[in-house]
T-cell receptor, first 115, second 112 residues
Framework: DVKVTQSSRYLVKRTGEKVFLECVQDMDHENMFWYRQDPGLGLRLIYFSYDVKMKEKGDIPEGYSVSREKKERFSLILESASTNQTSMYLC??????????????FGPGTRLTVL | SQKIEQNSEALNIQEGKTATLTCNYTNYSPAYLQWYRQDPGRGPVFLLLIRENEKEKRKERLKVTFDTTLKQSLFHITASQPADSATYLCALEADSWGKFQFGAGTQVVVTP
């Protein structure tokens, strides 16, 4: 059974803190994605990675960075958390570009609250 | 600008009836469109994919249509059950590879 796990289900941080959200997939997928989901706005792509050490900006990369040192792990970093980054964060993975119509597999999400 | 839109109002439906959800998009030319189901507090789960050259796709009680002229996909749940209650999202891969765009989702509530 395919699996995408995220390090925390719930996280509370203070404004200005550096925040790390971790995502691990066990499917040997090349592509990994970070989204945030807000009511009425749907999922918005923050960053994605098509291979180790490769990354591309999504639609809302400002205030975020990512790291992919190993194929199975994709980290989202909030350099200095702000209250407007309070959201549900979802990680996803999918197989390589040659099968680009394959589905994305999502993790359970991390609900981040920034106070 | 590019947009993907779904009905924002919840769809309340009686058990056994057919639920029909709409996904409209503008300024995209997607090669395919996907539908996902999302339960509260959980990540989306893939349901169906329909390609631009397919008019209709079925999976058990689910049916999806794709009209590239109207720029619209319809998602049907036939013989709906309370267990079908969830939010349903449509998604397409924008012109840039890897840049998926999701609709905001439509909540479906099936009452016995």
């Amino acid at each position: 059974d395919v699996k995408v796990t995220q390090s925390s289900r719930y996280l509370v941080k203070r404004t200005g803190e550096k925040v790390f959200l971790e995502c691990v997939q066990d499917m040997d997928h090349e592509n990994m994605f970070w989204y945030r989901q807000d009511p009425g706005l749907g999922l918005r792509l923050i960053y994605f990675s098509y291979d180790v050490k490769m990354k591309e900006k999504g639609d809302i990369p400002e205030g975020y960075s990512v790291s992919r040192e190993k194929k199975e792990r994709f980290s989202l970093i909030l350099e200095s958390a702000s209250t407007n980054q309070t959201s549900m964060y979802l990680c996803a993975s999918r197989t390589e570009r040659a099968s680009s119509t394959d589905t994305q597999y999502f993790g359970p999400g991390t609900r981040l609250t920034v106070l | 600008s590019q947009k993907i839109e779904q009905n924002s109002e919840a769809l309340n439906i009686q058990e056994g009836k057919t639920a029909t959800l709409t996904c409209n998009y503008t300024n995209y030319s997607p090669a395919y469109l996907q539908w996902y189901r999302q339960d509260p507090g959980r990540g989306p789960v893939f349901l169906l994919l329909i390609r631009e050259n397919e008019k209709e796709k079925r999976k058990e009680r689910l049916k999806v249509t794709f009209d590239t002229t109207l720029k619209q996909s319809l998602f049907h749940i036939t013989a709906s059950q309370p267990a079908d209650s969830a939010t349903y999202l449509c998604a397409l891969e924008a012109d840039s590879w890897g840049k998926f765009q999701f609709g905001a989702g439509t909540q479906v509530v099936v009452t016995p």
